[in-house]
């Protein structure tokens, strides 16, 4: 099982970045995807979540980034997208994907992490 996380960098207040998870190895249509990020020194906090295909839930966000970033994904391509816009200096952190199912146990996979920096 693989989670492969890019897109991460330097990108300016008020700019735009799309980080990609590239997933392998299980079953990709039948989890809920998400991103979560940790800054230094806070702890993880989940960024949003996109249900697995046919599950009839809606995606979801964290209030501090509704309306700037939108996750989507592929299941065709296995990956899983966030679109960052309008970025702020409070959203640099370390960017992990995340898949998670329940299937009389629970299954979850993390990615290594991608850095994102906002700044000037």
């Known amino acids: 099982v693989q989670l492969v996380e890019s897109g991460g960098g330097l990108v300016q207040p008020g700019g735009s970045r799309r980080l990609s998870c590239a997933a392998s190895g299980f079953a990709f249509s039948n989890y809920d995807m998400s991103w979560y990020r940790q800054a230094p020194g806070k702890g993880r906090e989940l960024v949003a979540t996109?249900?697995?295909?046919?599950?009839?839930?809606?995606?979801n966000y964290a209030d501090s980034v509704k309306g700037r970033f939108t996750i989507s994904r592929d299941n065709a391509k296995n990956t899983v997208y966030l679109q960052m816009n309008s970025l702020k200096p409070e959203d640099t952190a370390m960017y992990y994907c995340?898949?998670?199912?329940?299937?009389?146990?629970?299954?979850?996979?993390w990615g290594q992490g991608t850095q994102v920096t906002v700044s000037s």
């Open positions: 995340h898949a998670r199912r329940w299937l009389i146990h629970e299954y979850v996979y």
């Open positions: 996109i249900p697995s295909a046919g599950a009839g839930a809606s995606t």
